[in-house]
């Protein structure tokens, strides 16, 4: 059962972005759905992993879109990113030292962060990239 549901309203415009937000969206649910199964630790842990390496990767993605083009809210933006990193990273020792540790709040705190994050960091960088980026469409 999904808990993570992709909405027109978080739409970018910029293809890569919304791909990527898709792809998170999805992992989310991965996540939950294994935990609600009572899938082994090991899985679980696999899939947590798999979630934190896309984040990371989307993360650079932005980060790089946005020093290219001079974003002037960049550093407040990464801020975002460093914090639920260092949130992720904390996690996933807790998990490797206590497996019990990766509980159903986790997605359910991923999928609000996701959905706050693009509706608020990532709608005010795509807006500012729309008046710097011809291929960016309105959606």
């Known amino acids: 059962m999904a808990i993570a549901f992709w909405q027109d309203q978080y739409?970018?415009?910029?293809?890569?972005?919304?791909?990527?937000?898709?792809?998170l969206f999805a992992l989310v649910n991965t996540l939950h759905d294994a935990l609600t199964q009572a899938e082994h630790p090991a899985t679980l842990r696999g899939i947590l992993e798999e979630l934190a390496s896309h984040t990371l990767d989307h993360f650079r993605t932005e980060e790089v879109l946005m020093q290219n083009h001079n974003y002037p809210d960049y550093g407040r933006h990464k801020q975002s990113h460093d914090r639920l990193e260092a949130k992720v990273r904390a996690l996933l020792q807790r998990i490797e030292a206590d497996e019990s540790a990766l509980t159903a709040d986790i997605p359910a705190f991923l999928a609000d962060w996701l959905v706050h994050h693009i509706k608020g960091e990532d709608q005010k960088m795509i807006s500012f990239l729309k008046t710097q980026v011809r291929d960016l469409v309105s959606c």
């Open 11 to 23: 739409c970018t415009g910029d293809h890569q972005t919304d791909r990527e937000h898709q792809d």
